[in-house]
């Protein structure tokens, strides 16, 4: 009983403003940990009441409520433990209070206790109780309730609820010097929550092929996974071929880590700003936001190397990006390559000289390569007491020592905003044969440099479920 208070003490104590609470749980990735918190905190006030009367009434009981508890609690820490984006330890002792601040030194203390104690009632009922009848209903309870457990924390499929839903257009173009300027136009359909969890469809033509290709994007809080579909693929010898049906066809798939949309280039980055960074600032002022407006933003060091300079939107009722621009930071960026684990490791000469030439920009006083980009909101609209942009640019110009050598310019027009928007499955749907490139476990030290990982989602897996996530 005195665990189980101290446990939930720590966590009914956590600050739960604390951008630790914000976050999504590793493990079970519908939830915050702040409602972990405090559905975990309510679980064991009420084993400390059960507890506390079986302990007069019939103690034995109350060694198969702690057994329960604690099966729960090791089947989490194993999912915990096993799931790619552990970064800090678990939030058992809440995040913020007191012993929440002591989470890292209490850690061990905490497993020990959790172990003495689900060991110790497994060997009390093996010891008292082994082969009556009554412990083997007991037992097959809390095997179900164990069991469902584990079903809703692994396979449970989240849902999306838009706040507001807009379709628009993006027209992108690139004016560099002693070329003819480069246009593209798309389209795209974006929603957002009120738990600032994203989709966005993006349908693409590339002219020079003549290929048609829609990419789900999608942000659950934790993670950014994407699918691309096309009608056509280029060959190992660039020649455009017609893809199989959808179904047997082979469609590339990514997943990073969130909540910066770093991998899509400079307009997915457009549509973030406007959108999302906002509210963003407003809820972690404190955090570094990435140059989402650079192309190719895992090539360059530059992309960390930026501050966010911004201004609200005055008569919004929720945060937006009035005017925003990446400028040379305040404190000096960091010119080694390990401080920047988001980029990528240089697979040719070309990419090598690129990051050197960046870290060696760092390194000088006075930069001689000058990186500037800008965004601007032009219009917006209220609708149901949320004010939505409807048409904003960014600017992005690199110039050198002897001035400009290109500007890329990204124009967005929304066409309409359904106001209404029915639920939806969260993550992007998968049909045919999905090729991935996780890119949640990059490491970089002195001596290595761990990659991407790769790995193929067969059509079997859509078998039995024709909706299932990745």
């Known amino acids: ?33 702040r409602e972990l918190m405090i559905g975990a905190g309510l679980l064991e ?23 329960w508890i604690c099966s729960i609690f090791v089947v989490y820490r194993v999912g915990f433990y096993l799931s790619p984006e552990v970064a800090n330890t678990c939030k058992c002792f809440g995040a913020g209070s007191l012993l929440g601040k002591m989470e890292a030194r209490l850690e061990a203390a905490s497993l020990l206790i959790l172990g003495a104690m689900f060991l110790g009632a497994v060997s009390i009922l093996i010891w008292s109780y082994l082969w009556t009848s009554k412990f083997n209903r007991l037992a097959v309870a809390g095997s179900v309730i164990l069991v469902g457990f584990c079903n809703s924390a692994v396979f449970a499929e989240e849902t999306f609820q838009p706040v507001f839903k807009v379709e628009g257009i993006i027209r992108g173009e690139l004016k560099s010097k002693g070329k003819a300027p480069i246009e593209n136009v798309s389209s795209f359909i974006m929603g957002v929550d009120d738990r600032g969890r994203w989709k966005l469809s993006w349908k693409d033509y590339v002219i020079r092929y003549g290929i048609q290709t829609t990419e789900e994007i999608a942000y659950d809080g934790t993670n950014i996974f994407s699918v691309l579909y ?11 071929v017609t893809n199989l049906a959808m ?3 082979e469609h590339p798939a990514r997943v990073s880590r969130g909540p910066f949309p770093i991998d899509y ?9 406007a959108f999302l960074a906002g509210e963003y600032v407003s809820q972690y002022p404190n955090d570094r936001i990435p140059n989402l407006l650079i192309a190719n933003a895992r090539k360059t060091p530059l992309t960390w190397s930026t501050d966010f300079s911004f201004k609200l939107l005055g ?27 988001e980029v990528d490791e240089p697979d040719n000469v070309k ?12 390194r ?55 106001e209404r928007s029915v639920p939806e499955v969260m993550l992007p749907k998968l049909v045919g044969k999905i090729a991935v490139q996780d890119r949640r476990f990059k490491q970089r030290t002195k001596t290595e440099y761990l990659n991407n990982i790769f790995y193929t989602l067969e059509p079997v897996l859509n078998f039995c479920r024709t909706e299932r996530q990745a």
């Open 230 to 240: 096309s009608d056509k693929r280029l060959d190992k010898n660039s020649k455009v």
């Open 1 to 33: 009983m005195l665990v189980f208070c101290v446990a939930a003490f720590g966590k009914f104590t956590s600050d739960l403003s604390n951008i630790s609470a914000e976050k999504r749980d590793p493990f079970l990735t519908w939830m915050t940990n």
């Open 315 to 341: 008569d919004s009722p929720n945060p937006l990006i009035s005017r925003g621009s990446f400028v040379q930071a305040s404190q000096k960026p960091s010119a080694d390559l390990l401080d920047y684990p």
């Open 364 to 418: 000088q006083e006075k930069q001689p390569l000058k990186v500037e980009s800008s965004f601007s909101l032009d219009e917006s609209r209220m609708v149901e007491g949320r004010r939505i942009p409807t048409r904003f640019k960014s600017v992005y110009i690199i110039s050198d020592g002897s001035g400009e050598i290109g500007v890329r310019t990204i124009s967005c027009e929304v066409t309409n905003i359904l």
């Open 351 to 362: 990419d090598a000289q690129r990051v050197e030439e960046s870290l060696r920009v760092i």
């Open 247 to 249: 179904e047997v066809s």
């Open 265 to 273: 280039g400079e307009r997915v980055g457009t549509l973030w700003i």
């Open 45 to 67: 006030l009420s084993a400390v009441i059960m507890l506390a009367v079986l302990s007069v009434k019939n103690p034995f009981k109350g060694v198969l409520v702690a057994l």
